[in-house]
């Protein structure tokens, strides 16, 4: 069974940092991995998807890697601004031909402080 | 071109009454999803659709909800007899190939 797990459950950094958040899963049988950011009592905004055939993915200050051996993906975001303060959860996906389905993780929640 | 829109926000209903949900896609999209989240927890898996067919339901979709996608356009959710443990946020999204688009949910109190 497909387990995702985010670290830190919680960050707050001062502007200007850099940080990186962390996604593991157990299975690396994926079909690809995106990463979403949620304001609080909204939806889901997709941010990076990274295909099983990536290592890396890039948006604008973001940088999303993938390593399918490790079961490891990681969200780099630089130079962070307030408006970055949301949560931000990884979810890999499982493809076939008879199921399709994103396995989400508890998410990150992100503070960035003037 | 516009995005996911689910339809309502909110509801607030008491424990007992029916509730339906409605999601309509992206254009031109053939997948469409629903998600449920409660608080300070990721998105679970309901069911997915491509175009009309529903094919897989999670075994969170006990025999009170019902998923349908008509036309294979807009599709609607709903619960049956709903209970409080039904009151989460319910997601729904769309796909064409690879990357899935939520839309704004729709949040569901049962009191």
């Known amino acids: 069974k497909q387990e995702v797990t985010q670290i830190p459950a919680a960050l707050s950094v001062p502007e200007g940092e850099n940080l990186v958040l962390n996604c593991s899963f157990t299975d690396s049988a994926i079909y690809n991995l995106q990463w979403f950011r949620q304001d609080p009592g909204k939806g889901l905004t997709s941010l990076l998807l990274?295909?099983?055939?990536?290592r890396e993915q890039t948006s604008g200050r973001l940088n999303a890697s993938l390593d399918k051996s490790s079961g490891r993906s990681t969200l780099y975001i630089a130079a962070s601004q307030p408006g970055d303060s949301a949560t931000y959860l990884c979810a890999v996906r499982r493809g076939g031909w008879n199921t399709d389905k994103l396995i989400f993780g508890t998410g990150t929640r992100l503070q960035v402080f003037p | 071109d516009t995005g996911v829109s689910q339809d309502p926000r909110h509801k607030i209903t008491k424990r007992g009454q029916n509730v339906t949900f409605r999601c309509d896609p992206i254009?031109?999209?053939?997948?469409l999803y629903w998600y449920r989240q409660t608080l300070g927890q990721g998105p679970e898996f309901l069911t997915y659709?491509?175009?009309?067919?529903?094919?897989?339901k999670s075994r969170l979709l006990s025999d009170r909800f019902s998923a349908e996608r008509p036309k294979g356009s807009f599709s609607t959710l709903e619960i049956q007899r709903t209970e409080q443990g039904d009151s989460a946020m319910y997601l729904c999204?769309?796909?064409?190939?690879?990357?899935?688009?939520f839309g704004e949910g729709s949040r569901l109190t049962v009191l």
């Open positions: 659709f491509q175009n009309e067919a529903q094919l897989e």
């Open positions: 254009s031109e999209h053939n997948r």
């Open positions: 999204a769309s796909s064409l190939i690879g990357e899935l688009f």
């Open positions: 990274i295909q099983s055939s990536q």
